[in-house]
């Protein structure tokens, strides 16, 4: 099992940046990538950014070159990665979800934090 706490949203105005933290806790050690999803009212979850425990990243067309996605650092107790998000939109508006994948011999496990609300104002 994994927690995942994020943090870090807001309001901001167009133009402006925020830093979304997320935080895991339990079987880290068993985490085999860790991603960022957003879900604006009316529309579906999507993908924001990704990376795997080797560092292989993946972005959202619509984010490229505005959000960046940390590797994911691990002390002891903890796993955590963050999404630096810069030159926000207002169509950036929406819940960011925590996401973290891990696998045993037979399947993934997928675990979700309970999202954090971010606001850009035009």
């Known amino acids: 099992q994994v927690q995942l706490v994020e943090s870090g949203g807001g309001l901001v105005q167009a133009g402006g940046s925020l830093r979304l933290s997320c935080a895991a806790s339990g079987s880290i050690f068993s985490i085999n990538s860790m991603a960022w999803y957003r879900q604006a009212p009316g529309k579906q979850r999507e993908l924001v950014a990704g990376?795997?425990?080797?560092?292989?990243?993946?972005?959202?067309d619509s984010v490229k070159g505005r959000f960046t996605i940390s590797k994911i650092s691990r002390d002891n107790a903890k796993s955590t990665v963050y999404l630096q998000m810069n030159s926000l939109k207002p169509e950036d508006t929406a819940v960011y979800y925590c996401?973290?994948?891990?696998?045993?011999?037979?399947?993934?496990?997928?675990?979700w934090g309970q999202g954090t609300q971010v606001t850009v104002s035009s």
């Open positions: 996401n973290a994948v891990t696998y045993d011999d037979y399947e993934g496990y997928d675990y």
């Open positions: 990376i795997t425990i080797d560092d292989r990243i993946n972005y959202a």
